[in-house]
Nanobody, 128 residues
Framework: QVQLVESGGGSAQAGGSLRLSCVAS????????LAWFRQAPGKEREQVAI??????????YYADSVKGRFTISRDNFKDTLYLQMNSLKPEDTAMYYC???????????????????WGQGTQVTVSS
């Protein structure tokens, strides 16, 4: 049974930082392309950042809105995905989800429907 469990969300002031983690189990972690998505109330789920598996190049991709502020990384020994979020803005407030896809990416930005496994989400709230 595949499980993705996020943690690290919470409240922060604008300009602050948070680090999200996503621990995976039940899958061969290094065979998956991994992503962070977010969804704010009344909005569609949007891709925040992606990190490819090594076999697909290991590249990282970011939404324009977070480029230069967020960093995605993975630890294939700990089966853990991370999202370091710096210089947070109120518009970063959303539920953040990690997601996994066992196939090459089909395009950028990635669509939520392209990802097979999802975590339950962790809430990030940024106040001004």
């Amino acid at each position: 049974q595949v499980q993705l469990v996020e943690s690290g969300g919470g409240s922060a002031q604008a300009g602050g930082s948070l680090r999200l983690s996503c621990v995976a189990s039940g899958l061969t972690f290094n065979n998956y392309n991994l992503a962070w998505f977010r969804q704010a109330p009344g909005k569609e789920r949007e891709q925040v950042a992606i990190i490819e598996r090594a076999g697909d190049g290991g590249g990282t991709y970011y939404a324009d809105s977070v480029k230069g502020r967020f960093t995605i990384s993975r630890d294939n020994f700990k089966d853990t995905l991370y999202l370091q979020m710096n210089s947070l803005k109120p518009e970063d407030t959303a539920m953040y989800y990690c997601a996994a896809r066992p196939y090459p990416l089909r395009g950028l930005p990635a669509a939520a429907a392209d990802f097979l496994y999802w975590g339950q989400g962790t809430q990030v709230t940024v106040s001004s």
